[in-house]
């Protein structure tokens, strides 16, 4: 069993970056792929980026060069870092594991057994 919390949500300018957080407890997320995903109001939930249990990453097309995931064994984290935000961005961002050891990411929702409760993220022009 593994719990999931996000943080760094919060109101950025369009082109600001922002950092978000999920935290686990209960387990390490060395051995979990961990994703991303995201929903904007009025809009399905959508895979945004994905690191699978050996590191490998994908990213949705739209977000490749602007978001980045990444681990922080010593935190216990998974990170996603978001440069040159656009208001499109705006959504509420959740953390979602899965104890599969695929050497690909896996981006759909099904896939992930663990879910954090989310961070909003608002970005204006």
């Known amino acids: 069993q593994v719990q999931l919390v996000e943080s760094g949500g919060g109101l950025a300018q369009a082109g600001d970056s922002l950092r978000l957080s999920c935290a686990a407890s209960?387990?390490?997320?060395?051995?979990?792929?961990v994703a991303w995903f995201r929903q904007a109001p009025g809009k399905e939930r959508e895979f945004v980026a994905g690191i699978a249990w050996n590191s490998l990453t994908d990213y949705t097309d739209s977000m490749k060069g602007r978001f980045t995931i990444s681990r922080d064994n010593a935190k216990n984290t998974v990170l996603l870092q978001m440069n040159s935000l656009k208001p499109e961005d705006t959504a509420v961002y959740y953390c979602?594991?899965?104890?599969?050891?695929?050497?690909?990411?896996?981006?759909?929702?099904?896939?992930?057994?663990?879910w954090g409760q989310g961070t909003q993220v608002t970005v204006s022009s």
């Open positions: 979602a594991g899965a104890q599969f050891y695929n050497s690909r990411v896996r981006k759909r929702e099904e896939d992930y057994a663990y």
């Open positions: 209960g387990r390490t997320l060395n051995n979990y792929a």
